[in-house]
């Protein structure tokens, strides 16, 4: 694809324009915190990438060309329609995701966050992240997208083996991760986060866990875990379907999830979430807003988002999602200010159940606090205190629930989802209970 450099121009509207945010900060921001109705994090989705990967099924375009300026005039458009319409006067933090963000030129994230500090109020110290790809970020790229805002990167780097980044698909070796993750730790230092990958075909734990230990040699606070997800559609699908290569083994991806996080432990990491890892504090805020069920704009082709728009009359969330094709979207961005495809009204059972089911992927958990937020009527205690099946759970020590609130214990975070399918029934049926008259999700 064409990718616009990052001419000598670009750099310097970009740097202008961070340098205003941070003098307008200096110069005073709003004194009183927002209310959580008025505050929220935001995210850009760039939808373009080099190149596919033989297991991604995420809403991107490989394109012979994109048109930047365009693509650009939109996103600022779109930005600034859904922060009117949802009345947020304070953004915590954006992330510029995708697709590769750092396909992108560092014009467009300045011209993104230019928008939002002129539409709202966003802290000179709000987390901005752009999720990087070692091939398309050399250091003069990145040291140009700190220029532009951005100060803290999410590197793709998923493997330290060059014969699985090939079976990935990935256009980077491992040196060029390495060489970007260096680079990136000198830029960036304490807000660098690395993704690896685990449980691919044919993988093995000993060989998986010397990549992480290498990585653990050479990463900055940040670490996330994903798991491989066979996904209908991918090369890889097709090359595992046709027996050219063995299925995945979700055992042994378990028993490497099981000691990568030991590995992490031990090395001064805070498992904080089901697959990010953190020390010295460097957790997301961003993706804490979603665990956390905090509101947020998704801005872009495909994007989600999920907050209660202003001037309707109500008070509910909405679960919002983008038209998808970028250039339908950029079609809609045009002619209405938005490209909205899709508004859902969330019940406020569906809260709960995202409340739920999001804040058990955190260490905290749900607090007594956190739920009654969004559930007044119905107490932690209420739904799961009485209950026979959570009772058993409880025992074989696999959740907590106390003074503090809900939790998974250490043994319970990594079967969460099998958690889930015993909590989220015992919630439905106490709402039930509790508010007979009203429709499910009412
Ligand atoms: S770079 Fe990311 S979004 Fe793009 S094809 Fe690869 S996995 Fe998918």
């Not at 970028?326 to 809260?351: A, C, I, Q, S, Y």
Request: with cysteine; net charge positive.
């Amino acid at each position: 694809m064409a990718v616009p450099g990052a001419r000598a121009r670009g750099w310097a509207a970009a740097a202008r324009a961070a340098q205003r945010r941070r003098r307008e900060e200096r110069t005073g921001g709003p004194a009183r915190p927002e209310p959580a109705s008025r505050r929220a994090a935001l995210y850009v989705h760039w939808p373009y990438c080099e190149k596919r990967c033989s297991y991604c099924n995420f809403n991107k375009y490989i394109p012979r060309g994109v048109e930047e300026a365009a693509m650009r005039k939109c996103l600022v458009t779109e930005a600034q329609t859904l922060l009117r319409l949802s009345g947020v006067r304070r953004v915590e933090s954006v992330f510029f995701g995708g697709g590769t963000p750092s396909l992108a030129s560092p014009h467009t994230v300045a011209a993104v966050l230019e928008a939002v500090a002129q539409a709202t109020y966003l802290p000179a110290d709000s987390e901005v992240t752009l999720e990087a790809n070692p091939t398309s970020a050399p250091g003069s790229r990145l040291a140009a997208f700190g220029a532009a805002g951005v100060n803290r990167l999410s590197i793709g780097l998923q493997s330290l083996d060059d014969a699985e980044l090939r079976l990935l698909g990935r256009t980077h070796s491992a040196g060029d991760a390495l060489r970007t993750l260096a680079a990136a730790r000198r830029l960036f230092p304490g807000r660098v986060s690395v993704d690896l990958m685990l449980g691919l075909p044919a993988q093995h734990v000993g060989p998986w866990l010397g990549q992480l230990q290498e990585l653990l040699r050479r990463c900055d606070d940040h670490v996330s875990l994903y798991q491989l997800s066979l996904e209908r559609g991918t090369a890889l699908f097709a090359q595992v379907q046709q027996g050219a290569l063995p299925a995945p083994d979700p055992e042994l991806a378990a028993e490497m999830y099981q000691a990568g996080r030991e590995a992490l432990r031990e090395a001064g990491f805070r498992q904080y979430e089901v697959s990010n890892f953190a020390r010295n504090g460097a957790l997301s805020t961003h993706n804490w807003t979603y665990w956390q069920c905090g509101q947020y704009l998704g801005v872009g082709p495909g994007a989600h988002g999920r907050f209660v728009p202003q001037g309707a009359g109500s008070n509910t969330r909405e679960a919002r999602i983008q038209t998808l094709e970028p250039d339908n979207w950029m079609k809609e961005v045009m002619l209405f200010g938005h490209g909205t495809r899709k508004r859902t009204p969330m019940g406020r059972l569906e809260m709960l159940e995202e409340v739920l089911a999001m804040g058990l992927r955190t260490d905290v958990g749900i607090t007594h606090q956190h739920w009654q937020r969004f559930g007044p009527q119905l107490t932690l205690w209420d739904v799961f205190g009485t209950s026979k099946e959570v009772k058993e759970l409880l025992e074989r020590g696999l959740l907590l629930l106390d003074h503090r609130g809900l939790r998974c214990s250490w043994e319970g975070l990594p079967v969460l989802d099998s958690l889930l399918l015993t909590l989220l029934p015992q919630l439905q049926e106490a709402w039930q209970q509790r508010t007979p008259s009203l429709v499910p999700g009412g």
